[in-house]
């Protein structure tokens, strides 16, 4: 049966930088929200938008690490509750996805239409969120390389940076021009940017959940190190899949030859999964030559 150690995945690892990064844009998100609806810049409000899916997203980013952390009592979670994490950062792609359509949306709505943009507040607000964003970039940094659930947590940040610098673009062209469609026009290229980096993450996440094998990992080259494991004839039903972020897992039959180690054959194949191929868990079944049957599974 599976435990949740914390030290086992690596979001857990980067809690206190998920805790920090959650107050700075909260506070933030209150006062862009307001400013928002004062001056009535679309980009503003868009921002926003996109700031309050931060909020939720951070948020549910901590309650996955803190579920992960939770030992299984019920016998039922072999695999403990570390898909937690994956499931939040799922939930990050959603939220990235509707604040994109809506964006695009009320700036399509605006084209042709007249408004009242106060640049000022655009300028001050944008300003101010630049500099918390990038703060928080510095904290997430770290995690993002190493976490699933963190990195959906930078990329919706990097999208507010990025969101940040457009509403001060939009509010100095506004000021510059009197034209209030480069509001407009600032808040549709935030919501476009907002969702190319949606569905990059999604494509990510559905990776974890179909099973499919480790983007670093090469199933063939992983099938072959085993095969050359002395005492090792044949490898069969080899499966290869990421439980959460820093936590792959791996089954495999290893049919032995005749009058081999199988003791020997275990601990190497183990000991070359763990170090060579960055395997957390590894479920190996040694047969000797003579065993038929198992590997006649169509899957």
């Known amino acids: 049966m599976g435990t949740g150690h914390g030290h086992g995945h690596a979001a857990g690892r980067h809690r206190w930088r998920l805790a920090l990064s959650f107050a700075l844009i909260g506070s933030y998100f209150v006062v862009e929200l307001v400013y928002g609806l004062i001056s009535g810049s679309l980009a503003l409000l868009s921002d926003a938008g996109h700031m309050a899916a931060d909020v939720v997203t951070l948020g549910a980013a901590l ?3 803190r579920i992960a952390t939770r030992p299984d009592t019920t016998g039922r979670r072999s695999y403990g509750s570390y898909r937690a994490e994956v ?40 300003a101010i969120g630049l500099v918390i964003n990038v703060i928080v970039l510095l904290l997430l940094r770290a995690g993002a390389a190493e976490s699933l659930n963190v990195k959906g947590a930078y990329l ?3 999208a507010d940076t990025a969101g940040s610098v457009g509403v001060i673009a939009a509010g100095w062209l506004v000021a510059a021009t009197g034209q209030p469609f480069w509001d407009t026009l600032v808040a549709l290229a935030i919501g476009v940017f907002v969702a190319v980096r949606a569905i990059s993450l999604g494509r990510q996440v559905f990776a974890v959940l179909g099973q499919h094998v480790p983007a670093e990992m090469d199933a063939f080259a992983v099938a072959g190190d085993l095969a050359a494991v002395e005492g090792v004839r044949d490898v069969h039903d080899l499966h290869l899949w990421t ?13 032995t030859a005749e009058g081999a180690d199988s003791h020997a054959v275990l601990d190497q194949a183990r000991d070359l999964l763990r170090r060579h191929h960055n395997v957390a868990h590894a479920t190996l079944q040694v047969e000797p030559a003579d065993h038929l049957g198992c590997d006649e599974l169509g899957w």
Do not use: D, K, Q
């Open 87 to 126: 499931f939040a950062s799922l939930l990050a792609v959603l939220l990235m996805l509707g604040v994109a359509v809506y964006v695009v949306v009320e700036a399509v709505g605006r084209i042709g239409a007249t408004a009242e943009v106060s640049f000022g507040p655009m300028l001050i607000v944008g």
């Open 156 to 158: 919706e940040v990097v």
């Open 243 to 255: 439980l959460t972020s820093g936590m792959n897992v791996a089954t495999a039959h290893l049919v």
């Open 63 to 65: 309650v996955a690490t």
